[in-house]
């Protein structure tokens, strides 16, 4: 976390601020104004591809679709 390696992500696709707070973290807001949905899915998609047993269809997820297939396969958090 403190490196950097990590990244959140609301369910529009705002990037969000993490402070590392022993023992957790803390999400005190926003980096940016801009939604990043196209990053989120591309991650989503990745990540679900590695995880997965079924394939994940590149082209015809939206980030909706992603969000819903990640809740209904590990629930709201991972």
Same mark, same amino acid.
């Given at each position: 976390?403190?490196?950097?390696?990590?990244?959140?992500?609301?369910?529009?696709?705002?990037?969000?601020?993490?402070?590392?707070?022993?023992?957790?973290?803390?999400?005190?807001? /926003? &980096? +940016?104004?801009? !939604?990043?949905?196209?990053? *989120?899915? @591309?991650?989503?998609? =990745? /990540? &679900? +591809?590695?995880? !997965?047993?079924?394939?994940? *269809?590149? @082209?015809?997820?939206? =980030?909706?679709?992603?969000?819903?297939?990640?809740?209904?396969?590990?629930?709201?958090?991972?």
């Amino acid at each position: 976390m403190r490196n950097g390696e990590y990244v959140a992500y609301d369910s529009a696709g705002f990037l969000l601020k993490l402070v590392p707070t022993e023992p957790v973290v803390s999400i005190p807001g /926003y &980096l +940016s104004s801009r !939604s990043r949905q196209g990053q *989120l899915a @591309e991650v989503l998609r =990745l /990540y &679900l +591809s590695r995880v !997965s047993i079924e394939p994940i *269809l590149t @082209e015809t997820r939206s =980030l909706d679709d992603l969000l819903s297939i990640h809740v209904s396969r590990f629930g709201y958090t991972e």
